[in-house]
């Protein structure tokens, strides 16, 4: 097996598929050698009968549908990794439903939002960064996502529409503290993700800001300036000598990469510190799903895709593994088409049921709009029913003329 091999549910096998490792020694089973490609439905019968999940090769075979991902158990994707033996020593639950939770988030997000303008009208002034002013957002958006993390998520989903800057921080703050909640973190830490998370970029308010909204191809200098932003960004906080050394280190390296290709250092795989690590992937997933100036959105579907296919390059494979179980295969946000043709958008994920969501109704299978959206519960469905609804697949944001942002703003 090879280090690009994915372990899927028996139930995604299909033709064309090279099985490069089973859940049992090949040698307990019919099949006379380590590696078959499957050729036909009594190929898959016979595997189904031996086995719950299959590692396939996408190489030498079909490439599985992401919706069959089967990752580790997550003390398994911790195995010898030092900085996790201590992760999950909390088991947070859900404390509230999601739409009282949404009454409470959209405080926290405005109590957030606004220490955070003010801290960067602050610099833009000139002045010196002032962290007691986000210390209140901070508060109640961790209490938030303590309580139920959706709540805060789809209102990220739902504001895109505003100054990038602002909202790219405030998602990273977000995803970073629900990413630790999942991971089992304790209070402190996650205050520390969060805070790390709305400080990543605050190096770029010393940047040009033609600069940062530049469209087209980058010169080499623009991109060595652009890249001055962490520098730049640590010289702020180096005026704030309370701030915790966690969030300054996270900070540092947020943009290194697992593979060694990232910066400022060029850092390689355990060299980065773990909060850098997961700020990393939050960062890019908050980058990939964000209205840009100058770039266009990725579905979140798509970003969570991107983030797999480059697990192992890019970012630490066990956390990438982690983060994609956090939020699931189609986060809230995306959208998506049903069994039966119909098409909504996710609004909340289960914690055990991932790929069984919330989804609010847009289209029917006609794939003309609802007189009214409502709201279904995959998970509440009775699975033992051939004819209940699941997701066919993700699509991407503008299908059938759908924009999930617009839809929830107007």
């Given amino acids: 097996m090879n280090s690009g091999d994915v372990r899927i549910s028996i139930q995604g096998l299909t033709v064309g598929m090279f099985v490069s490792r089973l859940d049992k020694p090949w040698i307990e089973t019919p099949f006379p050698i380590q590696g078959i490609v499957v050729k036909s439905d009594a190929d898959i019968t016979k595997l189904q009968r031996t086995c719950s999940h299959v590692w396939v090769d996408p190489v030498r075979g079909n490439s599985p549908d992401p919706r069959y991902f089967a990752f580790e158990a997550p003390a398994a994707a911790k195995a010898g990794a030092d900085e996790f033996e201590r992760m999950r020593s909390t088991r947070w639950t859900i404390q509230s439903d999601f739409s009282t939770e949404l009454r409470e988030a959209e405080q926290a997000h405005a109590t957030i939002e606004a220490?955070?303008?003010?801290?960067?009208?602050?610099?833009?002034?000139?002045?010196?960064?002032?962290?007691?002013?986000?210390?209140?957002?901070?508060?109640?958006?961790?209490?938030?996502?303590?309580?139920?993390?959706?709540?805060?998520?789809?209102?990220?989903?739902?504001?895109?529409?505003?100054?990038?800057?602002?909202?790219?921080?405030?998602?990273?703050?977000?995803?970073?503290?629900?990413?630790?909640?999942?991971?089992?973190?304790?209070r402190s830490e996650l205050r520390a993700l969060a805070l790390a998370g709305l400080l990543c970029d605050v190096g770029k308010s010393r940047l040009p800001q033609d600069l940062l909204v530049k469209k087209g191809g980058l010169t080499a200098q623009d991109v060595a300036d652009l890249r001055n932003h962490v520098q730049l960004g640590l010289d702020i906080l180096a005026n704030n000598p309370d701030l915790p050394h966690a969030v300054v280190e996270a900070i540092a390296t947020h943009h290194e990469r697992h593979d060694g290709s990232g910066y400022p250092k060029g850092l390689i795989g355990p060299a980065i510190p773990v909060f850098g690590r997961i700020l990393g992937i939050v960062d890019s997933y908050d980058a990939m799903t964000s209205i840009r100036p100058y770039a266009t959105a990725r579905s979140p579907h798509d970003a969570i895709n991107e983030l797999?296919?480059?697990r192992d390059k890019l970012y630490q494979p066990e956390l990438v593994e982690q983060f994609i179980q956090s939020c699931g295969i189609y986060p809230i946000g995306t959208l998506v088409e049903l069994s039966n043709g119909q098409v909504g958008v996710i609004t909340e994920i289960h914690s055990l049921k991932r790929l069984l969501p919330r989804v609010m109704l847009l289209l029917a299978e006609d794939k003309r709009p609802l007189q009214r959206f409502r709201e279904i519960d995959l998970s509440q469905m009775d699975q033992e029913d051939p004819s209940r609804l699941t997701i066919k697949a993700g699509l991407p944001n503008g299908s059938f003329g759908l924009d999930s942002v617009e839809l929830f703003l107007a």
């Fill in 308 to 310: 797999y296919r480059q």
């Fill in 115 to 186: 220490g955070l303008e003010e801290v960067m009208r602050d610099l833009q002034e000139g002045k010196r960064l002032d962290i007691d002013k986000l210390k209140d957002g901070v508060e109640a958006m961790i209490d938030s996502i303590l309580r139920n993390p959706a709540a805060l998520i789809w209102l990220r989903e739902m504001k895109q529409r505003d100054n990038y800057a602002y909202q790219h921080a405030l998602g990273c703050s977000i995803w970073a503290a629900s990413f630790g909640r999942h991971l089992g973190l304790e």
